[in-house]
């Protein structure tokens, strides 16, 4: 069985976070390890406040983590602050570089609420060269390029160059793009090619916890020892059928 490191925030709804990530990893019949970052109190629609680790306690996990368990990959999701960033980059220095690190870099929750305290080009420069594969939506590649997407197609080229330089893999979820068509496109974005999936999009009522449960499933399946794409597609397929139960199963109540 394989083990999956998931350094995130807490969710008291269960929805996301290191909460969800947990149910997603059992669901790939790998087994979860966690490292804290935050503790927060959110709904399914709204974040109300969160708590930071100490510093102090922080750094124990990561250290505590490296000295007792055996990785398969890592999953990065919120990051709160400078110390932490520096923590998991001394973290990341010292594992497997085999090992696949997929960070979904969360700025904002979907209400807006911020959990970074420094700039997001700070964190990026920091961790860039020990990332695998970032797994970004919209919004948060326009904060990569610095710039709001206006040309798709351009876009991806800009981004395609950031992959040559730093030799990782962006993958561009289409959920927010071009919202009006009926068909979702996500981009897995490489040094040297451009690979689309496509896939019908389905319009859920709940759809809290969409990019942890992604980010999650495909590091699960890169540790599985699936290729890039498959791996991708799987995660995706993922998605779409654990959304759809919970969807059909759950009467969830909105505040």
């Not at 990530?21 to 927060?40: A, M, Q």
């Not at 929750?109 to 080009?121: C, D, M, Q, R, V």
């Not at 981009?187 to 896939?199: F, G, L, R």
Request: charged content about 20%.
């Amino acid at each position: 069985m394989k083990t999956i490191l998931t350094i995130a925030a807490t969710d008291s709804s269960s929805g996301a976070g290191i909460n969800q990530d947990i149910k997603v990893i059992h669901d790939h019949n790998c087994w979860p390890i966690t490292c804290v970052t935050s503790i927060t109190l959110q709904t399914f629609n709204k974040v109300e406040t969160h708590c930071e680790i100490p510093n102090c306690f922080f750094k124990k996990q990561l250290n505590f983590i490296f000295q007792n368990f055996k990785i398969d990959a890592i999953k990065i999701g919120v990051i709160n602050n400078n110390f932490q960033i520096t923590e998991i980059k001394k973290f990341l220095k010292k594992v497997d570089k085999k090992i696949p690190v997929i960070f979904d870099p969360i700025l904002n929750s979907s209400s807006g609420y911020t959990f970074l305290k420094t700039s997001y080009s700070e964190l990026l420069k920091s961790l860039i060269n020990y990332i695998t594969i970032l797994t970004p939506n919209k919004y948060e590649v326009e904060e990569i390029l610095g710039s709001k997407i206006k040309s798709i197609a351009k876009s991806v080229e800009n981004i395609k160059k950031l992959c040559r330089d730093y030799n990782i893999v962006v993958i561009l979820k289409g959920g927010h793009l071009n919202i009006n068509n009926k068909i979702v496109t996500d981009y897995i974005i490489e040094s040297n090619k451009i690979t689309q999936i496509k896939h019908k999009r389905l319009n859920f009522k709940y759809t809290h916890g969409t990019g942890c449960t992604f980010s999650t499933a495909l590091a699960c399946n890169l540790a599985n020892g699936l290729p890039l794409i498959k791996a991708t597609k799987l995660a995706t397929q993922y998605i779409i059928k654990y959304y759809t139960k919970v969807n059909n199963q759950y009467n969830f109540s909105y505040t």
